[in-house]
């Protein structure tokens, strides 16, 4: 597909309701978070463990674990202090996060532990854990799918927690997974390389096989920095699991003029936002 059949696929399923928007830290980096990279390397950095520059896919959620299993304080106190540490209470929601809000999706999921889309998500019923969907009566849910810094106990960081997610988090994974049937997933401010994109796109991927529909199937789309570096092998390994990639790095010359328009000093907010944006006036 070309970037405008994308774009335009995206425009009109937004138009019919059916857009549930993916929210990675990549987003809120524009406020001046860390990146999860970031985050781990941190607690990578407090035990030695030596990354070399580079966190492979299974070291995102194992690092954390490292430090959780070698934190002998109390309730394990250093190891929730770290994490809010890097999350300071006076951060704010950023044009992007606002765009994102604007564009009416009808859900929005996120896998930060920040408050930047709660702060600007009017109309959306935050969602942060199992019991949040049992009162929930609202057409439209932010699922904070990993927690939120206020309740540092309950976050999904370490790989215990990844672990035991389908159970202690059965209703919201058995409801993100029942909108994989008739809604589009758009994924921003993710990693090709993402723990959490590929879990998502296993759930996608093994569902299509399991109802042998995987030809006929709608198609959900990944905004991707990850291509210009020479790795075509990624965007075949994730169309063939059904995900569509749009490449940041390839924009046709009018969306990167736009881009540059942008007010974020971050590169991948600006082409991010100038795609995003393209939703609302196709």
């Known amino acids: 597909m070309t970037f405008y059949e994308m774009t335009k696929d995206l425009s009109l399923t937004l138009q019919k309701e059916k857009l549930v928007i993916f929210v990675g830290a990549g987003v809120s980096k524009n406020s001046g978070l860390p990146t999860w990279g970031q985050m781990v390397q941190a607690f990578a950095d407090q035990i030695d463990y030596s ?27 250093s190891y929730y202090s770290l994490i809010r540490s890097m999350i300071p209470d006076n951060i704010e929601a950023n044009i992007l996060d606002e765009l994102i809000v604007s564009l009416k999706p009808k859900h929005i999921v996120t896998t930060n532990f920040d408050t930047l889309l709660d702060q600007v ?64 997933f758009l994924f921003v401010g993710y990693s090709l390389n993402d723990y959490n994109l590929k879990t998502f796109v296993s759930w996608i991927d093994y569902i299509a096989e399991e109802m042998q529909v995987k030809q006929e199937m709608h198609h959900n789309y990944f905004l991707s920095s990850s291509l210009h570096a ?29 881009a540059d328009e942008v007010p974020l000093s971050d590169e991948l907010g600006r082409k991010t936002y100038a795609v995003l944006e393209m939703l609302k006036t196709m």
Do not use: W
Request: proline share 2%.
């Open 121 to 184: 998500a009017q109309g959306y019923q935050v969602i942060r854990e199992d019991r949040d969907l049992m009162t929930g009566l609202s057409a439209h849910y932010l699922l904070k799918l990993h927690g939120d810094i206020e309740q540092p106990e309950k976050l999904v960081f370490k790989e215990d927690d990844y672990l035991h997610y389908s159970q202690t988090h059965r209703l919201m994974e058995t409801f993100l997974k029942s909108l994989l049937i008739d809604h589009v």
């Open 230 to 258: 020479g790795k075509d092998y990624l965007r075949k390994y994730y169309e063939g699991k059904g995900l569509q990639v749009i490449d940041l790095y390839q924009l046709p010359e009018e969306v990167d003029r736009r």
């Open 51 to 77: 990354t070399k520059g580079r966190l492979a896919t299974e070291e995102y959620i194992r690092i954390p674990q490292y430090y959780y299993c070698l934190d002998e304080s109390e309730n394990h106190a």
